[in-house]
């Protein structure tokens, strides 16, 4: 059976072009690239032409670039990082409430060893609002960690104005880009942020490789220590053939985001408006025009999305409940709850993300098959038959 794979926002597949680069680095320029012969050289230059094409992606400098494991080692990176190093100056850090769980989870440590968060509220699209921030400072806050675009509903953050709040304070900021960079045009100079997280695997180039921008001047603890690469703030030696796929796939996001974003638009709105026409009390989730091109999420009262995953996975789309973190735990997505949906709703939802190999075709599948289950699941569910489905089925 065909896949018909909708779930983009989890992860990307690796572009062909990634992969014949990384391969090539795999097999032939395996030298460490801290030596000193002449391959070893060949090897460094590749990693420093990676970081160039990354911090080209988000208008920064190659020096304000250091890879990493990831987008969570990033988003840890930049949070332990200042945390700890500004501790003196106060232990007050300000986040959202809809944070992916590598910010969320992070906090709850920091909150473990000491350190004061606060959790800002979302209207019902997923926007923070700048006010609310203005009101949360206080003179011992140290960091301001807001997501850029959400991974679940797709929603856009305002981070140049919460950015701007944040430094007329004297706070540092920091946002969690990876569902954004390679997705939409970010610029680190025009947004004024100060740390920025990414991650090559949600824009088609290998999973376990990431990036955490860090502004000239900004100073925070590393998180590994060892080694001097990354400029003392990430020992270990360089994942080199990850790195230079996270090179090439930045190369490629650059050249080709834009047609990307205009061919996929119109298939998530295609389906958008046939699930709309086709499936009654449907709640579509997140900003109606603040969100990311690719995604649509969902809520289909009186059912749950686990039982929509598994029918659609039968008939081989693969797409997800939330985020993939929690899809293993009965509590409802933390995103859908801070939005103000009730459980037994956000219990419902289902998220389609889309990426530069769907089709038409893809939708087509979707369109013929989810109704249906839809109904099916309804007809059985103590909900659905409350609210008049499946009835007519006797
Ligand atoms: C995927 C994701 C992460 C984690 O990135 P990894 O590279 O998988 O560690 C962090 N934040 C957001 C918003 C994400 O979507």
Redesign the pocket.
């Known amino acids: 059976m065909r896949e018909v794979y909708l779930d983009y926002?989890?992860?990307t597949p690796v572009d062909p072009r990634v992969v014949d680069v990384m391969l090539t680095f795999l097999k032939y320029y395996y030298h460490n690239p801290s030596s000193l012969y002449s391959r070893s050289k060949e090897v460094r230059k590749a990693v420093e032409s990676s970081r160039e094409k990354i911090a080209k992606l988000i208008n920064a400098n190659p020096d304000e670039i250091i890879f990493t494991?990831?987008?969570?080692?990033a988003?840890n990176q930049a949070l332990k990082g200042v945390a700890f190093y500004l501790q003196k100056k106060g232990k007050h850090i300000i986040t959202s409430s809809i944070e992916?769980h590598?910010?969320l989870h992070t906090c709850k440590f920091l909150e473990k060893m000491g350190f004061e968060i606060t959790y800002l509220p979302v209207d019902r699209y997923g926007i923070v609002d700048p006010e609310d921030l203005k009101k949360a400072i206080k003179p011992e806050t140290t960091l301001i960690s807001i997501?850029m675009?959400?991974?679940e509903i797709g929603t856009i953050e305002p981070i140049k104005e919460l950015a701007e709040v944040a430094h007329d304070h004297g706070v540092l900021f920091h946002t969690?880009a990876?569902?954004a960079v390679g997705k939409i045009p970010v610029d680190v100079k025009e947004l004024d942020v100060d740390l920025l997280?990414l991650?090559a695997?949600?824009f088609y180039g290998p999973?376990?490789v990431?990036a955490l921008y860090i502004k000239k001047g900004v100073r925070l603890h590393p998180l590994i220590h060892g080694g001097s690469q990354e400029k003392k703030l990430r020992a270990g030696t360089e994942n080199v053939a990850g790195i230079v796929g996270a090179g090439k796939a930045a190369e490629i996001a650059m050249a080709e985001m834009k047609d990307e974003a205009e061919k996929i638009k119109p298939l998530r709105d295609w389906l958008e408006k046939e699930i709309k026409e086709k499936i009654p009390e449907v709640i579509v989730n997140g900003h109606p025009e603040k969100r990311l091109f690719n995604t649509l999420n969902i809520c289909v009262r009186y059912i749950e999305g686990e039982g929509m995953l598994a029918l659609l996975d039968m008939h081989g789309i693969s797409a997800s409940s939330g985020s993939a973190c929690t899809s293993s735990s009965l509590e409802p997505s933390h995103v859908l709850l801070a939005i103000g949906l009730p459980h037994e709703i956000a219990h419902g939802s289902l998220r389609f993300s889309f990426g530069k190999y769907n089709t038409a075709e893809d939708v087509n599948k979707v369109v013929e098959v989810l109704p249906e289950i839809v109904e099916k699941l309804r007809a059985v569910s103590p909900y659905g038959r409350e609210h008049g489905f499946g009835d007519y089925q006797k």
Not at 69 to 73: I, V
């Open positions: 926002n989890a992860t494991s990831g987008g969570s080692e988003d992916h590598a910010v997501m675009a959400n991974n969690d990876v569902q997280s991650s695997h949600k999973k376990g990431g």
